[in-house]
């Protein structure tokens, strides 16, 4: 009842993006538990649906739905068959398209069109009347290559250095980040709750489930 595709980024993507995916429910009762994780940007092909927050908070899915990065697991629901063509998004990626509003967007949804317009939803089109997998996947790196083009506006330097501490530690500590990035624990603090959406020992203990969004968009496991 349940068919889920995956592709890794282009090389010139992967600082932004940690994989592309394809998801399709044809049953009618679905209840399907999502790890906390990075952000998502996710299109809706067909059917509707609804993301529930661990905070109880309930938002609809929307045309084209971004979903900020959770602290804890949420479950998606549907009670129709739905079809998601999405991809996750890195701290770097998910600051590059936010900026600094990126905080405000933690466990929630956020409607594309507020930020693209009704743009969006000709891309969105395109992905609904490709005939293949492989045509959505080529859209979509297409597409997310325009969309960060601009990411070097970002602080790229800051998110790559907290990035490798939370992928490449099997124990993450936050003094070995102070040094890292030559700043103080209170403007560590600071910076991490602005582009991550929560402070350094918060993302300590998330880093088991950013690790398996990295692993999986190398394709070296799945994460249950």
Known sequence: MISLQYEAPDARLEPFVSSFYLFTYSGNALSELERADRAQFRFTLYGNGRYRFSSGRVDE??????????????????????GIFGWGMTPTGWVA??????????????????????????????LIEAKEPAEQF????????????????????????????????????????????GLSQRQ??????????????????????VRAAHLLAKGDSLDD
């Open 188 to 209: 560590l603090e600071r910076m991490t709750k602005r582009y991550y959406g929560m402070p350094p020992k918060k993302l300590a203990r998330k880093y088991r489930a």
């Open 97 to 126: 398209l936010m900026g600094s509003g990126a905080s405000e967007w933690v466990d929630r949804t956020l409607d594309c069109r507020q930020i693209f317009g009704d743009s969006i939803m000709d891309l969105r089109t395109r």
């Open 61 to 82: 899915i929307c045309p084209v739905t971004i979903i900020g990065p959770t602290t804890a697991a949420c479950t998606a629901l549907a009670d129709e068959p739905i």
């Open 138 to 181: 080529h859209i979509g790196q297409t597409a997310a290559t325009e969309i960060f083009r601009r990411a070097a506006k970002s602080p790229f330097e800051f998110t790559s250095i907290v990035d490798a501490w939370l992928l490449n530690d099997d124990n993450p500590d936050i003094e070995q980040l102070v040094a890292d990035t």
